[in-house]
Nanobody, 121 residues
Framework: QVHLVESGGGLVQAGGSLRLSCSAS????????MAWYRQAPGNERELVAL?????????????KDRFTISRDNANSRDNAKNTVYLQMDTLGPEDTAVYYC?????????WGQGTQVTVSS
């Protein structure tokens, strides 16, 4: 069984920074794209950023130049390296949401349980 576990959420003032982490564990043969999504109350879940196994990244327009996604070795069988990060800088109240990690592992899309990010004005 495969699990994704997020950490790093919390409360921060506007203009501050947070770093989210998401680690994959279990029987892992291959991890392709890893991504972060977020969902604010009353809104649909939206893609924030993604990173492919080759390191190509893509960002939502609303977070470009403020957020940075990165990952450890994509295909390592050392689970400690199967981690994706989201560095979030210059946070604003509009970034308040539950952030979810997503990864395609062994050909199947997996989701983490979500971590709350709250930005106070």
């Amino acid at each position: 069984q495969v699990h994704l576990v997020e950490s790093g959420g919390g409360l921060v003032q506007a203009g501050g920074s947070l770093r989210l982490s998401c680690s994959a564990s279990g029987t892992i043969f291959n991890i392709n794209t890893m991504a972060w999504y977020r969902q604010a109350p009353g809104n649909e879940r939206e893609l924030v950023a993604l990173i492919t196994s080759g390191g190509r990244t893509n960002y939502a327009d609303s977070v470009k130049d403020r957020f940075t996604i990165s990952r450890d070795n994509a295909n390592s069988r050392d689970n400690a390296k199967n981690t994706v990060y989201l560095q979030m800088d210059t946070l604003g109240p509009e970034d308040t949401a539950v952030y979810y990690c997503n990864a395609r592992i062994n050909g199947i899309d997996r989701w983490g349980q979500g971590t709350q990010v709250t930005v106070s004005s």
